[in-house]
């Protein structure tokens, strides 16, 4: 029996940046590093507890500076000042100076959101599809650079005859204890051919860049990508007993973002077993988590509704 030690801790600990902050028009121009430090900020609410930094009106306030900030996030303390200045900006923090030499007490808002504008962040999760996503033909830039290209050769193998032929084209079964309502997943893909179009490499670009990789440790974001890449240029995906066509797995890959692969990485953490293909294992983790997250994310509130009507 193994028990959990500090590390672990750490390890499955995740920060929250609410989606307040993508769904308002009036954040979503904020900067990552201005939407990352108020996650950070909101962590340490925690801390503000065990320290009871409370004020006579039960406000809750903390203490967290710039080069803290800059430090954690790693960057550079001008882009520290530049995050802080753009929360300020926006009402989502009160920054309260105490006098000189002690550090500012920072009060956190809560972010607005109408109800309008829920409806339509939700709406567009709604409707999202691979059509709706490739950019339109006046948005694409006719010349492309092949030396340059997003799609990486790395799965790509060369025949003597100089053809290319897809690697690793099928994946062993995932066990089933890693899998919810989707046991004895397979995945069964064939590359298409390397050189895709402008527009699929757009949209490609896209979902990695609502993945926000780039926040994952070098390792999992290596991992992440892999898989994603794989989903993405498939020629057809095998759940089960069921056959997706290419095109549909492309368009549930438009719902994937940060949010998904932290459910996904949460579940890899969990896996106690050898997986004898890790590349389809977390393929599979990763598509699972998308149609789950959607199912209940849509399918709860209607249960409880109608659990509701019931008594």
């Not at 920072?106 to 999760?125: M, Q």
């Not at 997003?150 to 053809?163: H, L, R, S, T």
């Not at 389809?280 to 009507?309: Q, W």
Request: proline content about 3%; aromatic content about 10%.
């Amino acid at each position: 029996m193994t028990v959990y030690k500090i590390n672990d801790l750490i390890k499955f600990d995740f920060l929250k940046i609410p989606k307040s902050l993508f769904a308002n028009p009036k954040y979503k121009e904020m900067s990552s590093d201005a939407k990352l430090t108020y996650a950070l900020l909101y962590d340490r609410l925690s801390l503000s507890k065990q320290n009871n930094w409370i004020n006579g009106d039960g406000e809750v306030y903390l203490v967290y500076t710039r080069k803290a900030i800059a430090n954690d996030l790693g960057i550079t303390y001008k882009k520290a000042i530049a995050a802080f200045k753009e929360l300020k900006d926006n009402n989502l923090i009160i920054d309260k100076q105490c006098g000189r030499g002690m550090p500012n007490y920072i009060f956190i808002v809560k972010p607005e959101l109408s109800i309008k504008d829920a409806e339509d962040y939700n709406d567009t999760d709604n409707s999202r599809s691979a059509d709706l996503e490739c950019l339109d033909d006046t948005e694409l830039d006719g010349s492309v650079d092949n030396s340059e290209s997003d799609v990486p050769n790395g799965n790509v193998k060369k025949c003597e005859n100089g053809m290319s032929e897809c690697a690793d084209t099928e994946y062993q079964e995932v066990p089933k204890a890693h899998t919810n309502k989707t046991n004895n997943t397979k995945t069964n893909i064939n590359h298409t051919d390397n050189s895709q179009s402008v527009t699929d490499r757009q949209l490609f670009n896209r979902i990695l860049g609502q993945c926000q990789l780039e926040y994952f440790d070098k390792d999992i974001r290596r991992i992440f990508y892999d898989a994603i890449e794989r989903l993405f240029y498939c020629n057809e995906f095998k759940i089960g007993t069921s056959v997706l066509p290419g095109e549909n797995v492309r368009s549930r890959l438009c719902e994937l973002d940060y949010s998904v692969l932290e459910s996904a990485l949460h579940k890899m953490h969990r896996n106690m077993r050898d997986t004898k293909n890790p590349t389809g294992y977390v393929m599979s983790v990763i598509f699972n988590c998308l149609t789950e997250g959607f199912t209940e994310t849509h399918l709860d509130p209607y249960l409880n509704h109608l659990r509701g009507g019931s008594d």
